[in-house]
C-alpha cells in the first residue's frame, strides 16, 4: 500500500485528486490545506509520495520542499509541483522537485506521473 500526500489549498482541485485516488485501492490519501499542516503530515506519516501545489497560503511550495528536504525522514521523498500559474511558475523555477505539473490538473498526466513515482 502505497502512501501520497496531496498539499494544496484550493478545494476542487483536492477534491478531484482525491476522487481520483479513491478509484484505486493500492493507495493511502493523505491531505493539508497549508504548506505547515503538509509538513507535519509528511513528518508523521512519511508518505510515499507528495503533490505540492507552489502558491498556499501560509509559505510557499518551494519553501516546503526546502523544510523536506533537510529532514533526513522525508530527504529522498519524491515531490511533484503542482502550479495554476505556469507563465510564473514554470518548471525552471521549481529546481529541486521530481516532476512538475500546471494548473488546471491534466488527469491523464497527473496519473503518469503518480505511476512513475508510485510501484
Not at 36 to 46: C, D, I, V, Y
Not at 67 to 71: E, F, G, H, T, Y
Not at 83 to 90: A, F, H, I, L, Y
Given at each position: 500500500?502505497?502512501?501520497i ?11 478531484l ?16 490545506e497549508?504548506g ?11 508518505p ?16 516546503v520542499?526546502e ?5 533526513e525522514?522525508?530527504?529522498?521523498t519524491?515531490v511533484?509541483?503542482i ?8 518548471q ?5 522537485f ?22
Open positions: 500500500m502505497a502512501t500526500l496531496y498539499i494544496e489549498d484550493n478545494q476542487a482541485n483536492l477534491q485528486v482525491k476522487l481520483l485516488l479513491a478509484r484505486r485501492n493500492t493507495i493511502d490519501f493523505l491531505e493539508a497549508t505547515k499542516e503538509g509538513l507535519t503530515q509528511a513528518f508523521n506519516h512519511l510515499d509520495l507528495i503533490l505540492l501545489d507552489i502558491s498556499l497560503p501560509d509559505i510557499n511550495g518551494n519553501e520542499l523544510q523536506l528536504r533537510s529532514n525522514s522525508t530527504s529522498t519524491p511533484i509541483a502550479s495554476g500559474n505556469p507563465v510564473v511558475e514554470t525552471k523555477n521549481c529546481p529541486g521530481q516532476h512538475y505539473l500546471s494548473k488546471p490538473i491534466n488527469i491523464q498526466a497527473l496519473t503518469e506521473a503518480i505511476d512513475t513515482f508510485i510501484k
